[in-house]
């Protein structure tokens, strides 16, 4: 049975994510949102953890089975947004996550391959078949590829009955930096939104965004004055050059249930200078830290448009991999009910915490967090304290950290001062 919190408005399982999904009601969750574990990228040292498959295909076919019980329990209007990052096939370059955080040093920088990533990317079954199969059964991952797993887990998917809707790329203003001399710096992750059924519940007023200046300085034109484009339905266009309808238009206006768009209601419309336009599919969002994860937390600035868009009020939200708790404590501010699913006890208590120290007071949620993890309530380091306060890039960290040095000077602190190994 899972552990509620929040009055009832948040479950909590913890278990594993394939056989908790096949207790749940079919048809029962208006969105998901969620991130699984990265194929070959760390090791959380959890028995039956999934991203440890030994090939790609594996992967990819485990995933594919992880979701088919997701859209069962999905509603018929439902949407699932995944998020996915992509990684290069390595050989073996770091210590497993877990030991990482048992030596106290963890940095967060996913670089520990926990096996090597290089080779089959359909590796036989113990039954002589291939995971994965298909036609390209003996294609390899050699030594650099990028892998691509996003999109052969969203065309899987794609195949296995989902209608795949848009990928959504999210842009990351301050990305971990790379040493790499022959590539880019990798500064996005994809998000993929994907619907149960051809039609679905899209709330596209709830996410509209701003018009950029340009576009009211465009609609301010004299558009009847402008010549227009002749380029139109490949230069075919018999009727005259296509010109922009804007506010105000001097152009014929026909009947309305004429057929002819810029017709009398439609003039009318635009007589208003729009402020909104529906969001556009790149997203810059920050990623931010959480000091008791050892590993990726979900930006909640990223999933707030996946469940304003995907899920009414008052409707239920789903991740299957919830990790530390965004998901559902994003879904509990937007006023709808969540469910979270995660393998990792450790995780499971860390998200159940988070969630209860979110409802409190700052310093009343502080000392909650750290009584139920059992850390001590001293500041500890030279910068404790920032992650409990919104930091949007890298200058609002900066300045908070010299805001606690000051603060701890004031207070009779001793001030950090240069060591002489300090160069």
């Excluded at 391959?113 to 113990?126: A, D, L, M, N, V």
């Excluded at 003039?267 to 920050?286: G, P, Q, Y």
């Amino acid at each position: 049975m899972p552990e509620t919190i929040l009055g009832g408005k948040i479950a909590l399982h913890c278990g594993d994510a394939l056989a908790v999904l096949r207790t749940l009601p079919p048809d029962h969750f208006h969105c998901v949102v969620t991130s699984p574990p990265y194929w070959g990228l760390r090791d959380y040292g959890v028995d039956g953890q999934l991203g440890l498959e030994q090939s790609l295909g594996e992967h990819v076919a485990i995933m594919t089975e992880v979701f088919q019980e997701v859209r069962r329990v999905l509603r018929p209007d439902g949407t699932l947004w995944l998020n996915y990052g992509d990684s290069y096939a390595t050989s073996v370059n770091g210590r497993s996550a877990a030991d990482t955080k048992a030596a106290g040093n963890d940095d967060r920088t996913f670089r520990d391959k926990p096996f090597s990533t290089i080779g089959p990317i359909h590796r036989g079954k113990r039954d002589g078949s291939r995971w994965g199969g298909g036609n390209n059964s003996d294609a390899t991952l050699k030594p650099k590829d990028l892998c691509g797993i996003p999109w052969r887990v969203a065309f899987a998917l794609q195949a296995d009955g989902w209608w795949l809707r848009q990928d959504i790329i999210w842009s990351k203003p301050n990305p971990m930096p790379e040493s790499i001399r022959d590539r880019f710096t990798k500064s996005h992750e994809y998000v993929f939104l994907l619907a149960k059924s051809e039609r679905y519940y899209f709330d596209q007023e709830a996410i509209l965004e701003d018009c950029s200046p340009s576009t009211h300085a465009r609609m301010s034109q004299d558009v009847a004055s402008k010549i227009g484009t002749f380029r139109a339905n490949g230069g075919a266009k018999t009727n005259g050059p296509l010109r922009a309808v804007t506010r105000g238009s001097t152009c014929k206006i026909a009947e309305a249930g004429s057929g002819i768009k810029n017709n009398s209601s439609m003039d009318s419309a635009l007589a208003i200078m729009s402020e909104k336009r529906n969001r556009r599919s790149v997203w810059e969002v920050t990623t931010q830290p959480f000091s008791e994860a050892h590993f990726a937390t979900f930006p909640p600035a990223l999933i707030e448009p996946c469940i304003l868009a995907g899920c009414p009020v008052g409707g239920e939200v789903l991740d299957p991999f919830g990790g530390a708790g965004t998901t559902a404590l994003v879904a509990a501010s937007l006023g709808r009910r969540a469910t979270q699913i995660e393998l990792n006890p450790e995780y499971c208590r860390l998200a159940k915490t988070r969630i209860e120290a979110a409802y409190m007071g700052a310093d009343e949620g502080r000392r909650h967090m750290a009584k139920q993890l059992g850390k001590t309530e001293d500041p500890g380091p030279l910068f404790a304290g920032i992650e409990y306060a919104p930091m949007d890039d890298m200058r609002k960290s900066i300045e908070l950290g010299f805001k606690v040095i000051r603060e701890r000077i004031a207070n009779g602190g001793e001030p950090w001062t240069p060591k002489s190994t300090d160069k």
